[in-house]
């Protein structure tokens, strides 16, 4: 494959375009082909075969637009179909899972206290329970799922300062937040309100997300593949929707720059 070729990266609606931005910042000669589903968003609260299905359907369309690498840019899609997508196609798909290595690693061997907020779908696949097996002796970790954030992203209402307040307490006031050491944001959309919840949690809590790993590690496969993009190349990313209305393409481009 041409290194020159584009990415691939897809989302269930307007979450991925944070992490599309994370690739424009650190890899700007790369050629980026976003694909949200809006139309069929949110995947959280379908079943897996749903997800399935519809991400074969935009993988489809990827491998015909002849990309180099395809980033599952969403961690519901890939709990759901990561797996049975890299059985069915050659080109290097990249997923992403909460990022709760993150989270405990930072307490140095100390127990950390960790809110993981993520979709339901997500939460209740497999992928997660294997991810906490392998960290819930050690730390105390509150899964939680939030669809409403997915939802308010996806109306454009991200900027509804006291809806989204309102709905971030409605999620965390059950937890006594000055115990809490790090909230994960297991979801692409949540990315987005990252600023709220630094109003929300005190200092001491980190709040972390996967898109940076995600990225270092779409940089690793490609390089591994002599597949990275020259410095020359002139690198860019188009935005296409599922849902062709105005408003979405508007709230595309304004979360793409925001
Ligand atoms: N952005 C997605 C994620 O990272 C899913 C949102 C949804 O459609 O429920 O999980």
Do not use: W
Request: proline share 5%; net charge negative.
């Amino acid at each position: 494959m041409a290194s020159t070729a584009p990415i691939g990266v897809f989302d269930s609606g307007l979450g991925g375009i944070s992490v599309a931005r994370e690739i424009r910042r650190d890899m700007p000669n790369e050629q980026v082909l976003y694909f949200g589903d809006s139309a069929n968003a949110p995947y959280g609260t379908k079943t897996p075969e749903q997800v399935r299905e519809l991400s074969f359907a935009i993988v489809d369309r990827f491998v015909k637009q002849g990309v180099k690498a395809i980033v599952i840019a969403c961690n519901t899609a890939t709990s759901a179909a990561a797996d049975a997508l890299r059985d069915v196609y050659d080109v290097p798909i990249i997923g992403m899972e909460p990022a709760l290595k993150l989270a405990c690693d930072r307490g140095q061997g100390h127990r950390q206290r960790v809110i993981v907020a993520a979709t339901p779908l997500t939460l209740r696949e497999r992928k997660f329970a294997v991810l906490m097996d392998r960290f819930k002796s050690d730390h105390t970790i509150f899964p939680d799922p939030c669809p409403d954030l997915v939802e308010i992203v996806e109306q454009g209402r991200l900027d509804d300062h006291d809806l989204v307040m309102r709905t971030l307490h409605g999620y965390f006031d059950q937890y006594d937040l000055s115990t809490i050491d790090s909230v994960v944001l297991g979801c692409t959309h949540f990315v987005f309100y990252r600023d709220y919840f630094r109003e929300l949690l005190p200092d001491s809590a980190a709040i972390i997300d996967g898109n940076p790993g995600t990225v270092r590690h779409l940089r690793v496969v490609l390089e591994s593949l002599g597949t990275l993009a020259p410095d020359h190349a002139i690198g860019g990313i188009e935005l296409a929707n599922s849902d062709t209305s105005e408003r979405i393409a508007e709230l595309a481009d304004a979360l793409l720059h925001r």
